[in-house]
């Protein structure tokens, strides 16, 4: 852009601005058309990309008739108006139909193929709309044909997108990658027959929860609401909660639990105080605000009020399904968050189900659920069986009359099992690193999706994350290809003119250079 206005303002003095800022833009717009101009349409096809194979196994277009109803656009109802004709002022109905209204939705194999990345790759919304518009492997994987060197989309499209789709439409993402290993044979069907389930924590966006932070939070929300709101509080006790959270810091720190004790009470006079003055003000509000102030009051009035010893206590004043969970370790004691379980194959470790447990649950009470589930997933694959036999630990005992459809085994019946049992039983502990795949490689450690269902959109996306990552390493395994370069390939054996895809080396050697044949390489040179 400098230099389009150097070279045309060579030799020239005394310019003006109005002319410098014409001649700036008329540079941008002249940059701008060159770079979308066809020299800049590079080609994306990767053929030998395990990423460009999956884009050619995975079934697009079940996903997309799958998901159509979701998107469809819904007829209105419409409305009475007032029209006029030659016999005055008649009403008339409109807005009815579909409208063809609103910007064109996004391609859904873009959307989905960013679902699939930003999991597989355990990126943010903003962050896989970034390294898309870097990466012409990702660009090839979404369906894009020529390179596109600008972001797809608005992260909070993705937002959107996954609030559209639900539960039941990412589990139809999870279930294409399992249909994905069947077709490329990567999985045998008959190894579906026996399968291992286990539990863990997905913990919530939160900070530690501690009693002086929540009340010094809670009361900060409230005095903020109150003034968007045009109530006029008595105190906001802004300086002297600032203060008494230091305080509290400090006294916790030091174990000097008795002061301790006296600022946490300080802080619940003053929450309470500033509840009780916004409850007295609150009829001046508007309708709308007098909504949203309820629902935090509410919240504040649980924090203000909840013991140590309590049951069902508030954890993070954004996050009121936030529990805390404890699954015994010695390193971290209590996750807070909710509990998921996962299915795996026994041999091949393929995600098969993937679920959340909102009220934490007993381990054994969450098993049938998760069978159901994988069943269903299952179920549209022709020729593959139902799960049968379950590998678990010590905490799915005393459920066998509740999943009397298949065999449990579990270590607490080592006595009653067969060899072949106990040798299966040796594979029971082949989740845990999965687990821990999925939680530091696909973004189960940390869920910052909103409330119940954001955390079970997140363990399902989670878990086809894994699995999209599980096939690209089949693909290598395998050595699988696409079928248009297989078929490159067989033209170029066959003497026949080169696939555009796979051109012959012969087409870029000067017409001075030697061919191979002759020229003497290695030994043939010695032999000389």
Same mark, same amino acid.
């Given at each position: 852009?400098?230099? %389009?206005?150097?070279?045309?303002?060579?030799?020239?003095?005394?310019?003006?601005?109005?002319? /410098?800022?014409?001649?700036?833009?008329?540079?941008?717009?002249?940059?701008?058309?060159?770079?979308?101009?066809?020299?800049?349409?590079?080609?994306?096809?990767?053929? /030998?990309?395990?990423?460009?194979?999956?884009?050619?196994? $995975?079934?697009?277009? *079940?996903?997309?008739?799958?998901?159509?109803?979701?998107?469809?656009?819904?007829?209105?109802?419409?409305?009475?108006?007032?029209?006029?004709?030659?016999? @005055?002022?008649?009403?008339? +109905?409109?807005?009815?139909?579909? *409208? *063809?209204? @609103?910007?064109?939705?996004?391609?859904?194999?873009?959307?989905?193929?960013?679902?699939?990345?930003?999991? %597989?790759?355990?990126? *943010?919304?903003?962050?896989?709309?970034?390294?898309?518009?870097?990466?012409?492997?990702?660009?090839?994987?979404?369906?894009?044909?020529?390179?596109?060197?600008?972001?797809?989309?608005?992260?909070?499209?993705?937002?959107?997108?996954?609030?559209?789709?639900?539960?039941?439409?990412?589990?139809?993402?999870?279930?294409?990658?399992?249909?994905?290993?069947?077709?490329? =044979? %990567?999985?045998?069907?008959?190894?579906?027959?026996?399968?291992?389930?286990?539990?863990?924590?997905?913990?919530? %966006?939160?900070?530690?929860?501690?009693?002086?932070?929540?009340?010094?939070?809670?009361?900060? =929300?409230?005095?903020?609401?109150?003034?968007?709101?045009?109530?006029?509080?008595?105190?906001?006790?802004?300086?002297?909660? =600032?203060?008494?959270?230091?305080?509290? @810091?400090?006294?916790?720190?030091?174990?000097?639990?008795?002061?301790?004790?006296?600022?946490?009470?300080?802080?619940?006079?003053?929450?309470?105080?500033l509840l009780r003055d916004i409850e007295r003000k609150l009829p001046g509000a508007t309708r709308e605000r007098q909504a949203q102030l309820r629902v935090w009051l509410e919240r504040a009035w649980r924090i203000c009020r909840q013991r140590p010893k309590d049951k069902g206590k508030l954890y993070a004043l954004h996050a009121p399904e936030v529990e805390c969970i404890g699954k015994g370790k010695a390193r971290q004691p209590y996750e807070f968050g909710v509990k998921?379980?996962?299915? $795996?194959?026994?041999?091949?470790?393929?995600? $098969?189900?993937?679920?959340?447990?909102p009220g934490n649950p007993y381990d054994g009470h969450t098993l049938a659920e998760q069978l159901e589930q994988s069943s269903i997933l299952l179920q549209d694959l022709p020729g593959t069986p139902k799960p049968k036999t379950v590998l678990v630990d010590l905490g799915f005992r005393g459920v066998d009359a509740e999943v009397s459809s298949v065999h449990l085994i579990h270590r607490g019946k080592h006595k009653t099992l067969t060899n072949s049992q106990r040798r299966?039983? =040796?594979?029971?502990?082949?989740?845990?690193? $999965?687990?821990?795949?999925?939680? #530091?490689? #696909?973004?189960?450690?940390?869920?910052?999706?909103?409330?119940?269902?954001?955390?079970?959109?997140?363990?399902?996306?989670?878990?086809?994350?894994? /699995?999209?990552?599980?096939?690209?390493?089949?693909?290598?395994?395998?050595?699988?290809?696409?079928?248009?370069?297989?078929?490159?390939?067989?033209?170029?054996?066959?003497?026949?003119?080169?696939?555009? +895809?796979?051109?012959?080396?012969?087409?870029?050697?000067?017409?001075?250079?030697?061919?191979?044949?002759?020229?003497?390489?290695?030994?043939?040179?010695?032999?000389?």
């Open positions: 852009m400098t230099f %389009a206005k150097g070279l045309l303002c060579n030799g020239k003095t005394g310019v003006s601005t109005a002319l /410098n800022a014409v001649l700036e833009l008329y540079a941008g717009k002249l940059a701008r058309t060159v770079l979308r101009g066809p020299c800049y349409r590079k080609a994306v096809g990767l053929p /030998n990309h395990p990423l460009a194979v999956l884009a050619t196994r $995975i079934p697009w277009a *079940s996903i997309e008739a799958a998901l159509a109803p979701v998107f469809e656009r819904r007829a209105r109802e419409g409305r009475l108006s007032e029209g006029v004709d030659l016999f @005055g002022v008649v009403p008339e +109905l409109v807005g009815v139909g579909v *409208s *063809s209204a @609103g910007r064109p939705r996004l391609p859904c194999r873009l959307m989905v193929g960013l679902l699939y990345l930003k999991h %597989a790759y355990n990126e *943010s919304d903003e962050s896989v709309c970034e390294r898309w518009a870097e990466n012409n492997y990702w660009q090839y994987f979404c369906g894009e044909e020529y390179f596109q060197p600008r972001p797809p989309c608005d992260p909070t499209n993705l937002v959107r997108f996954r609030q559209a789709l639900g539960e039941a439409g990412v589990e139809e993402l999870l279930a294409t990658t399992i249909a994905a290993a069947v077709q490329m =044979k %990567a999985v045998a069907p008959v190894e579906f027959e026996r399968v291992i389930v286990d539990t863990t924590v997905q913990e919530k %966006a939160i900070a530690y929860p501690t009693d002086s932070r929540l009340l010094e939070v809670a009361r900060a =929300k409230l005095v903020q609401l109150a003034q968007h709101a045009g109530l006029a509080l008595k105190q906001t006790y802004e300086r002297e909660g =600032k203060s008494l959270r230091r305080r509290a @810091g400090g006294y916790a720190h030091a174990k000097q639990f008795k002061r301790l004790r006296r600022v946490l009470k300080r802080q619940r006079t003053v929450l309470g105080r998921v379980s996962l299915a $795996i194959t026994e041999k091949q470790g393929l995600i $098969i189900g993937a679920r959340a447990f299966w039983l =040796k594979r029971r502990q082949a989740i845990e690193p $999965i687990i821990g795949h999925v939680k #530091h490689d #696909h973004g189960m450690q940390r869920c910052r999706l909103k409330g119940q269902t954001g955390d079970a959109l997140h363990a399902v996306l989670c878990a086809a994350g894994y /699995n999209l990552r599980w096939l690209l390493r089949a693909i290598v395994r395998l050595g699988l290809t696409p079928v248009f370069f297989i078929l490159a390939r067989l033209h170029w054996l066959v003497n026949v003119t080169p696939h555009p +895809l796979t051109p012959h080396r012969d087409h870029f050697r000067p017409a001075n250079f030697p061919s191979p044949t002759d020229r003497t390489f290695g030994f043939a040179r010695h032999a000389k």
